[in-house]
Every structure is written in structure tokens, then in C-alpha cells.
């Protein structure tokens, strides 16, 4: 069965303080995983696509890499404005939706 | 990219009744989903709505209570019926884009926060 589990929960960091968040996934085939960002009372923002391991995307202070059974969003110097949820979803080949998971509630402390 | 916009934007219904959510999408796109997120939860996709095809519900989800329709490219809508407590939440609009199969990218609309008395 496809699916995607989010690492940690729950994440405070101090203004600057760099650190990872993971995304695990199952999936048969992987068509792509996909990065959001979520803030309180708003749709979610795309912010990348991996298609394959080995891949890297960089915007401003973010980071997403790719491996065949995890991604990582590395954030870097954070600032308080990046402090929202972070939600990691996966397609697989044979079908048009994706599987979200739970999400990463980042706070990010001045 | 594509911008999406929803209407309305948060409402307050009576159990039993029924609301009809809108989406509309600034350039033509083939496929539409629907997603609902309750309070402090991911979301859970209710159906796929592709222009000329019959909607696909998820497990959970089904036609009479969740009816979608998607006259055009860049429309489509939602409606909640029979509305009970249990359906209050974010029902979000989302369109894919992009050339592999399924898409490359997907973007979101605003949501509709729904509160059911």
C-alpha cells in the first residue's frame, strides 16, 4: 500500500538554526514527490517536484533532495516567516492523485 | 503556474442543508481535484473531477453526498449535501499542470472553511 509518513511532527527552531525535515515514503512507482508549504487558514504553496534519487532543488533558504525511499527539505539560517507547515505528497505511475502526508508544523523562534 | 480562486470563502450552514462551493481557474486545465483538511489534519483527497469524464470519488466518498460538476476547462464545483456537524472543515480546490502523465505540478486554491451547526 502507497504510502508517506512526516518527520517530526513538530519542529521549534531559533531564528537561524538550520535543520532537516524527512518525508518516508512507499510507493510502486514513483511519477514524483512534491513539497508544499501551508500557512494557518490558507491553501497549500507549491514550492517543488523530484522526479528521480539523486535530485536536488534549491529556493532561498530551502533545500529538497531526493533518495529512492526518502526526501529531505533542508532549511537554512530559517528566519520566523518561514515557520508554517510543510507538507510532503507522492504520486505513483498508474494514477493521477497524489497521497499527502500528515505535514511538519515548523515554528521558527526571532 | 495557475491562480485559483474559490467562493465563498468560509460559511456557516444548518444541518441538513446543502452548499455548492465554486472554483475558478485563470487558464484552461484538464485536471481538477478536490481535497477536504479538517482542523490541524492533512488532506484527504474526495475526487478527481476531469473535464468530459465523470468524476472519480476516493474510498469514503461518494457521488450523492459530494455531487461535482465541471462544465468547462477552468470550472468547477463542489457540493456538500445534507450537511451534518461532522462536515465541517477546509474543502480546498486544486488543479495539476504540467506534461508527464497525471502533472508536473499542483497548485491550490484558498479553500472554503465550512462550519456545519
Known amino acids: 500500500e502507497d504510502q508517506v509518513t512526516q518527520s517530526p511532527e513538530a519542529l521549534r527552531l531559533q531564528e537561524g538554526e538550520s535543520s532537516s525535515l524527512n518525508c518516508s515514503y512507499t510507493?510502486?512507482?514513483?511519477?514524483?514527490l512534491f513539497w508544499y508549504r501551508q500557512d494557518p487558514g490558507k491553501g497549500p504553496e507549491f514550492l517543488f517536484t523530484?522526479?528521480?534519487a539523486g535530485e536536488e532543488k534549491e529556493k532561498e533558504r530551502l533545500k529538497a533532495t531526493l533518495t529512492k525511499k526518502e526526501s529531505f527539505l533542508h532549511i537554512t539560517a530559517p528566519k520566523p516567516e518561514d515557520s508554517a507547515t510543510y507538507l510532503c505528497?507522492?504520486?505513483?505511475?498508474?494514477?493521477?492523485?497524489?497521497?499527502f502526508g500528515p505535514g511538519t508544523s515548523l515554528s521558527v523562534i526571532p | 503556474s495557475a491562480v485559483i480562486s474559490q467562493k465563498p470563502s468560509r460559511d456557516i450552514c444548518q444541518r441538513g442543508t446543502s452548499l455548492t462551493i465554486q472554483c475558478q481557474v485563470d487558464?484552461?486545465?484538464?485536471?481538477m481535484f478536490w481535497y477536504r483538511q479538517q482542523p490541524g489534519q492533512s488532506l484527504t483527497l474526495i475526487a478527481t473531477?476531469?473535464?468530459?469524464?465523470?468524476?472519480?470519488?476516493e474510498s469514503g466518498f461518494v457521488i450523492d453526498k459530494f455531487p461535482i460538476s465541471r462544465p468547462n476547462l477552468t470550472f468547477s464545483t463542489l457540493t456538500v449535501s445534507n450537511m451534518s456537524p461532522e462536515d465541517s472543515s477546509i474543502y480546498l480546490c486544486?488543479?495539476?499542470?504540467?506534461?508527464?502523465?497525471?502533472?508536473?505540478?499542483?497548485?491550490f486554491g484558498p479553500g472554503t472553511r465550512l462550519t456545519v451547526l
Open positions: 486544486s488543479v495539476g499542470t504540467g506534461v508527464l502523465r497525471g502533472y508536473n505540478e499542483q497548485f
Open positions: 510507493v510502486s512507482g514513483l511519477r514524483g
Open positions: 523530484l522526479y528521480s
Open positions: 505528497a507522492v504520486g505513483e505511475t498508474s494514477y493521477d492523485k497524489v497521497i
Open positions: 487558464s484552461q486545465v484538464t485536471m
Open positions: 473531477a476531469n473535464q468530459g469524464s465523470e468524476a472519480t470519488y
